[in-house]
């Protein structure tokens, strides 16, 4: 019913940028919360930023200030730009939504593939 593409992920040095995005697509009516979780190696998957219908977004405290988070409703798409990236920032990152599709009006809490991230010089 509703898939996640995502894009974006590469391997930087410290101190680089990159953009991912996630794309939606489907017999989508509405999508509520966008949210970008990680998972690095041996620890738990933590929510890094999220951002309701209204565009109003949180942070996990790790990356304020350096990641923004932000949707294009029209693209049903979610971005996270990273900046100053650190070596503690690699891991798989993936976006997750809520999604309601056309009739029926039924709620999906959906996942992307997950794409790496990788800080190192």
């Known amino acids: 019913q509703v898939q996640l593409v995502q894009s974006g992920g590469a391997s930087v040095q410290p101190g680089g940028s990159l953009r991912l995005s996630c794309v939606a697509s489907?017999?989508?009516?509405?999508?509520?919360?966008m949210n970008w979780y990680r998972q690095a190696p041996g620890k738990q998957r933590e929510l890094v930023a999220t951002?309701?219908?209204?565009?109003?977004?949180n942070y996990a405290d790790s990356v304020k200030g350096r990641f923004t988070i932000s949707r294009d409703n029209a693209k049903k798409t979610v971005y996270l730009q990273m900046n100053n990236l650190k070596p503690e920032d690699t891991a798989v990152y993936y976006c997750?939504?809520?999604?309601?599709?056309?009739?029926?009006?039924?709620?999906?809490?959906?996942w992307g593939q997950g794409t790496q991230v990788t800080v190192s010089s």
């Open positions: 997750n939504a809520l999604v309601v599709v056309r009739e029926p009006h039924v709620a999906y809490d959906s």
């Open positions: 489907g017999n989508i009516f509405s999508i509520h919360d």
């Open positions: 951002i309701n219908i209204t565009s109003s977004a």
